[in-house]
């Protein structure tokens, strides 16, 4: 079975310019999860999907950031225009419905997005 | 809202020795569950364990155990006999068990080094 994928693995643009980042889930997984890691710093949550509803977006930083789930698979993050300090590493994770504790999210490899 | 803390940004031991890796948090909830993810250097964030706070036993899985401490809301990892294979960073979590939201709160990480 594939694990979550994601496109690109590396990204450089310049400030003001536009970057989609792509999310390939586990087949079968209706879950499906955004985060981003700003160096050395923890972890956040950005948001959240149920198949191609937004569960949870509450760690959106701002409307330069838009998400979407078409059809209920992979997933898209596009970020537009961008600023220097959305630069960090920006991982996706997906996982089965449910809650209980082996409900496990498994993770991309994550896209490193720097901005100059 | 719910936080978690790793105070050590970079552990560092000797092949075979034991090491501990310290994790506390803060909630106001009853029920929630931990864990402790890795994340190898250029590769994907797997899970190492998890524990369910309404369960008083130390979770266990292969080499890693935890010390849970509900009371004190501290996580702690242990890792006997250290490999070579354990360098990586880990990522503390916690995630909601209740009806609330299923996103991952994460601490900022500790680097593990291991020497020979």
């Known amino acids: 079975e594939a694990g979550v994928t994601q496109f690109p693995s590396h990204s450089v643009i310049e400030k003001g310019q536009t970057v989609t980042l792509r999310c390939d889930p586990i087949?079968?997984?209706?879950?499906l999860y955004w985060y981003r890691r700003v160096m050395g710093k923890e972890i956040k949550f950005l948001l959240h999907?149920?198949?191609?509803?937004?569960?949870?977006e509450s760690g959106m930083p701002n409307n330069r950031f838009l998400a979407e789930r078409t059809g209920g698979t992979y997933s898209t993050l596009k970020v537009q225009p961008a600023e220097l300090e959305d630069s960090g590493v920006y991982f996706c994770?997906?996982?089965?419905?449910?809650?209980?504790?082996?409900?496990?999210?498994?993770f991309g490899p994550g896209t490193r997005l720097t901005v100059l | 809202a719910q936080t978690v803390t790793q105070s050590q940004p970079e552990m560092s031991v000797q092949e075979a020795e034991t090491v501990t890796l310290s994790c506390t948090y803060d909630?106001?909830?009853?029920?929630?569950?931990l864990f402790w993810y890795k994340q190898p250097p250029s590769r994907q964030m797997i899970l190492v364990i998890r524990?369910?706070?309404?369960?008083?036993q130390n979770a266990t899985e292969n080499r890693f155990s935890v010390n849970f401490q509900k009371a004190a809301k501290s996580f702690s990892l242990k890792i006997p006999d250290s490999q070579l294979g354990d360098a990586a960073m880990y990522f503390c979590?916690?995630?909601?068990?209740?009806?609330?939201?299923?996103?991952?709160?994460f601490g900022q990480g500790t680097r593990l080094t291991i020497n020979p």
């Open positions: 994770a997906s996982s089965h419905l449910g809650r209980g504790l082996y409900n496990e999210q498994f």
């Open positions: 909630t106001s909830e009853s029920d929630y569950y």
């Open positions: 999907f149920v198949k191609e509803s937004k569960q949870d």
């Open positions: 087949s079968g997984h209706d879950n």
């Open positions: 979590a916690y995630r909601s068990a209740g009806g609330g939201a299923q996103k991952l709160v």
């Open positions: 524990q369910e706070a309404y369960k008083q």
